[in-house]
């Protein structure tokens, strides 16, 4: 394990938030507990092995050759049309917002969003709808999450099956995300 205090523990070396993957919010044996976990930085990744374990940073854009970075730089660019596991597609914007506001105002947001999916994750979740979850909690804004889940509370309330609630939330987001051209699938 790399000898060095790490200040934000759910926000990926690369810009990720660990807090809105679908790895971090299962109960299995294999929960991802972040990518700055002593788990993760044993396996390792090419931004852990450079900025943790070379240059003891905790964020590329920390580095002093961050805009010149092809590996980041492509990354990046990957991330703008494929995902893997997790969803990549407010990745630049999440970099730019950090870079403009900062990287406690991002914190602060994140954990609005994983109250907001842990919301969904506990009252419409039939268990098969995590990943679409997480996805939605990525992409939509704060205040259409906020709007679309106090709507499906409000709309199935009174009723128990799980899967008739979830069917509900599925729909206000699916129509929402028609409406914004919000992708809410893996790019594969």
Known sequence: MVNMHIDYPE????GLSC?????Y?????????GCKSSARMALGCPFITC???KKGIEFCWNCEESKTCEKWKKHREAGKR????KCYQTLEDDISFIHKNG???????????KQLLNGMLKDFN???SKS???????????????EALTRAKKESDGIDNVKEKSKILHSILDNNSLKKKYCLKLRK
């Open 82 to 85: 494929h995902d893997s596991f």
């Open 103 to 113: 990287i406690d105002e991002f914190e602060k947001i994140q954990k609005q969003r």
């Open 51 to 53: 900025a943790v374990k």
């Open 19 to 23: 807090r809105l993957c679908p790895m």
């Open 132 to 146: 679409y979850f997480c996805i939605a909690a990525t992409v939509f804004e704060l205040e259409e999450l906020k």
């Open 11 to 14: 926000i990926g070396i690369c």
């Open 25 to 33: 919010n299962t109960e299995s044996k294999s929960r991802c507990s």
């Open 126 to 128: 039939e268990g098969r």
